[in-house]
């Protein structure tokens, strides 16, 4: 297994600066994803790390030495790309024993591999067919199968899975999660769905034009964003964020007030003065129609059934605003609707800096 380390790492292409000064720490046999927008620079991180793409400054370290200088194939690693990158004229099991042959292990030696990692990805049937006769999800543990025969210290995983339909991408995230648990091997997964990194990382890497806005365990991100952005990344559907201002409602109290005129008594100070502007955030699954302390008043103007749930839009506060309810509620279009929200729900962020408020006790 391998520890990775990126000490202020940037990259420029000619006057544009892609990555700013990333420091990144990943343990032994951790699953680590990169995740953001397209363009925020998380797959030019991981092929620097690949050695596909030369950084423009600082270290970068596997198991505690420097690599910069070092060819791909030196740094030990395996890379599974977005398109599978399967030679057509090439059986399975020749594609998966490619760089062994290359490599010129010997026969019997690159047949057991082939074989184990076959069987490992559970495609032991397939070994004697084309990539023409496979489905995405079967090329996928092809391209996974050719990565574990080299026995690396690092994988790396490059929007693996954006080309599969909805449910197999649901079916490989799993498959994957149990790779990673069989094998333990230090893994970097770039991806631009929250969602694909909240359910198989240990730890998410959220990035924003070539920067770090936050890194943490999934639940982390989830429960406490540092900022704006991190907080309508994450989750699904998106965090409500709301314009609204901090109001002085008696001596040691604050309240926050919407544009409707409705308010909400927080008991919880924030350090700021009086007709403080801010933006509330609110998840739409801590939004309920069971009776509570703070609750606020709306009228529906959208409901979408998923199944077990319904997606509903409201006008609230002065604004439109989401919640995730249990398809059993019987909110309906047009319907006036008052919901709950608990204290430890409410977010609230600076308009200006974009960061999270704290809260004093």
């Known amino acids: 297994m391998g520890s990775i380390e990126l000490r202020q790492i940037n990259k420029r292409y000619g006057d544009v600066e892609v990555i700013k000064s990333l420091d990144l720490n990943i343990d032994n046999g951790e699953f680590v994803a990169l995740v953001g927008p397209s363009g925020c620079g998380k797959s030019t991180t991981l092929r620097m790390v690949a050695g596909l793409e030369e950084a423009s400054g600082g270290d970068i370290l596997i198991q505690g030495k420097r690599v910069n200088d070092w060819s791909p194939k030196k740094r030990n690693i395996a890379m599974v790309f977005q398109n599978y990158a399967l030679y057509p004229h090439m059986s399975v099991g020749d594609n998966i024993g490619l760089n062994l042959r290359i490599s010129r292990l010997p026969k019997s030696e690159i047949k057991k591999r082939v074989a184990d990692a076959a069987r490992l990805l559970e495609i032991s049937d397939l070994l004697d ?22 026995n690396p210290s690092v994988f790396l995983f490059d929007e693996p899975l954006s080309n599969l339909d909805a449910l197999l991408r649901v079916q490989m995230r799993g498959e994957i999660k149990r790779f990673h648990k069989m094998t333990r091997r230090t893994t970097i997964y770039v991806t631009h769905d929250q969602i694909e990194a909240m359910t198989l990382a240990d730890r998410v890497v959220v990035m924003r034009n070539g920067d770090v806005s936050q890194m943490g365990r999934p639940e ?17 559907p998106r965090m409500n964020l709301v314009p609204a201002q901090l109001r002085n409602t008696a001596e040691h109290a604050q309240a926050i007030s919407f544009s409707d005129g409705q308010s909400i008594e927080l008991e919880d100070r924030v350090a700021c003065a009086d007709g ?15 009776p509570g302390r703070h609750h606020l008043n709306g009228k529906v103007f959208m409901t979408e059934f998923t199944g077990g749930n319904t997606i509903v839009t409201a006008n609230i506060g002065g604004s439109e605003m989401t919640c995730l309810l249990e398809s059993r509620s019987g909110v309906r279009d047009d319907e006036d609707i008052k919901l709950s929200v608990s204290q430890d729900d409410i977010h609230l962020f600076d308009p200006k800096s974009g960061q999270r408020l704290a809260r004093q006790s």
């Open 129 to 150: 067919r084309r990539p023409a006769q496979l489905s995405g999800g079967q090329r996928q543990r092809v391209a996974m199968g050719r990565a574990i025969v080299r």
């Open 220 to 236: 982390e991100l989830y429960v406490d964003p540092a900022n704006l952005f991190v907080a309508g990344f994450i989750g699904s």
């Open 276 to 290: 403080t502007d801010i933006i509330v955030g609110i998840r739409p699954e801590h939004l309920s129609t069971s």
